[in-house]
């Protein structure tokens, strides 16, 4: 069965440092990949998208990630995080060209001021 | 627009009570989606309907829930009879495909 994998459940950062969360995904075909956040007590936001094209992809807030087929990866990066920015992040794949959403388990961030 | 709406955001009930959570998807998208967030569980796919019409129930955990759409501005996701296991957040999201999705603010369901 298709699954995607956050491997960091609690990541504790102090502002301005870099940031990378871990995302891998078990589906040897097309994908389109997807990161969310949800911030305390919010719905889940689409923070950035990847479908086809340069597999860097940057998106809302100063985050980018990187889709890297080989490793089936797709991390979630920011050079300098934020105390906003504290806040848990969802990776999805949705696999073939029509196919749902499946999230991974996510991944807390805090960030100390 | 509005975004997608989600009522009631919080219900408090009894073991036993019938609950009824309500979503209103953004006008055009033709998906609309069911989920259950839980510490334990993360997030879980319910439902999902396309057209009205429900593609995938796979997911939803047992004859006690139950989920509708009777036209495509409205749907219900129903649990009868509750139970305090079923205390979750359920978020409803809608879309114009399967993997372009957008979250309603969620029902925070308590059940004692």
């Known amino acids: 069965a298709q699954s995607v994998s956050q491997h960091n459940h609690h990541v504790i950062l102090s502002e301005a440092a870099s940031l990378e969360l871990g995302c891998n995904y078990s589906y040897g075909g097309t994908v389109n990949l997807f990161w969310y956040v949800q911030y305390p007590g919010q719905h889940l936001q689409l923070l950035l998208k990847y479908f086809s094209g340069d597999p860097l992809v940057k998106g809302i807030k100063g985050f980018e990630a990187e889709f890297i087929k080989s490793k089936f990866s797709f991390n979630l990066r920011k050079p300098s995080v934020q105390w906003s920015d504290t806040a848990e992040y969802f990776c999805?794949?949705?696999?073939?060209?029509?196919?749902?959403?499946?999230f991974g388990k996510g991944t807390k961030l805090s960030v100390k001021p | 627009d509005a975004g997608v709406i989600q009522s009631p955001r919080h219900e408090v009930t009894e073991m036993g009570q019938e609950v009824t959570l309500r979503c209103k998807p953004i006008?055009?998208?033709?998906?609309l989606f069911w989920y259950r967030q839980t510490m334990m569980r993360g997030l879980e796919l319910l439902i999902y309907?396309?057209?009205?019409?429900?593609?995938?129930d796979s997911g939803m955990p047992e004859d006690r829930f139950s989920a509708k759409m009777p036209n495509a501005s409205f749907s219900t996701l129903k649990i009868q009879p509750s139970e305090p296991r079923d205390s979750a957040v359920y978020f409803c999201a809608s879309g114009i495909a399967p993997y372009e999705q957008y979250f309603g603010p969620g029902t925070r369901l308590t059940v004692t």
């Open positions: 006008s055009g998208h033709d998906y």
């Open positions: 309907f396309n057209n009205n019409v429900p593609i995938d």
């Open positions: 999805a794949v949705s696999p073939g060209s029509q196919g749902n959403l499946i």
